[in-house]
């Protein structure tokens, strides 16, 4: 049985990651996990890929672990007294490799996530190394509903709102990402995308929104950090620096997601069967689009 804690402490550790490092990564969680716990959080969020790195390319088969590695066995001690969010490689059982997160409590693995959505145009080159994750689920923790996306997944729209109709009261969300064109001055153009992204999420979902970013440069690739959390009415809770490492504390109050949810009552207005509709109606003209061009070709 889950208790529901309405008041929580969460903490976002925006580190630097050492590209294919698992142990020395690992030490690095165990102390952010350490100061996380002196200041009484009862959640750690740290980034997309926090125990491997990103650029892995080779790497990736190395570095990839079974959900009942020991070397995951530290993490599972420490969630005894804090909720640890990490990401790293998954080796599943048919010996693919998953971009992927894993919610720890009391012992155990609550949920795994799966990255969907593998950029691989410009500087990306994930789907050459990674399988596509198939399936977003809201999962029970003691503070509510929650669901988890891993960078890319949230620049696809339709993601965040999946978890908020399967109940999420937060969203948290891993990512890698990238520092990308320039601004205002001394603005990162990638970062002011991302806040306002991170801010209407908050607010049209009425959830609260959770952006653990990491930190430091991996194969010539800046990360510019700026983790932050955004309550349901699209205030900023708390918000860690650029470019540093960074151990943010934020308190919420999931009643706030109840509030927000009265006033702006979008959930309970939302179309569910006219969305389903319109999109078999895309995906059959999508179809019978592919097998004109087929048949033109064959021709």
């Known amino acids: 049985m889950i208790f529901l804690l309405y008041f929580m402490k969460i903490a976002i550790a925006q580190i630097k990651t050492a590209l294919g490092d ?20 009862d959640l750690i969020v740290f980034p997309e890929l926090s125990l491997t790195g990103y650029s ?3 790497l990736t088969s190395e ?11 530290p993490l599972l001690t420490r969630s005894g007294e804090i909720d640890i969010v990490v990401g790293l490689v998954e080796e599943s059982d048919e010996f693919l490799y998953y971009n992927a ?5 009391k012992g155990r693995i609550v949920h795994i996530h799966r990255k969907i ?38 620049w696809h729209s339709i ?28 603005r990162i153009g990638s970062a002011k995308t991302w806040e306002r992204m991170n801010t209407f999420y908050a607010v049209n979902h009425s959830v609260y929104y959770i952006f653990a970013n990491r930190v430091g ?4 690739v800046v990360f510019w950090g700026g983790s932050e959390i955004v309550d349901p009415f699209g205030d900023l809770i708390s918000k860690a620096s650029y470019h540093d490492e960074d151990l943010l504390l934020g308190d919420i109050d999931i009643d706030a997601v ?30 019978r689009e592919e097998g004109n061009d087929a048949r033109t070709a064959s021709t």
């Open 217 to 220: 440069v991996e194969d010539g």
């Open 63 to 73: 570095v990839a672990i079974r959900l009942g590695d020991a070397r995951l066995s």
């Open 159 to 186: 993601c965040p709102l999946i978890l908020t109709m399967k109940g999420s009261f937060f969203i948290i969300n891993m990512a890698n990402g990238t520092a990308r064109g320039i601004g205002q001055p001394g």
């Open 258 to 287: 109840r509030r927000a949810r009265v006033k702006s009552p979008l959930l309970r207005d939302e179309k569910i069967d006219f969305c389903l509709r319109e999109l078999q109606q895309i995906s059959m003209s999508n179809h």
């Open 22 to 41: 698992f142990s020395g990564n690992l030490q690095k969680h165990q102390e952010f996990i350490r100061q996380a716990k002196e200041n009484k959080a």
């Open 117 to 154: 959505y593998l950029p691989t145009y410009g500087m990306f080159e994930e789907g050459r190394h990674f399988a596509m994750g198939s399936s977003l689920q809201a999962f029970r923790t003691r503070f509510g509903k929650a669901g988890i996306l891993i960078c890319e997944d949230a």
């Open 101 to 105: 997160a894993l919610y720890i409590s």
């Open 56 to 58: 892995l390319k080779d």
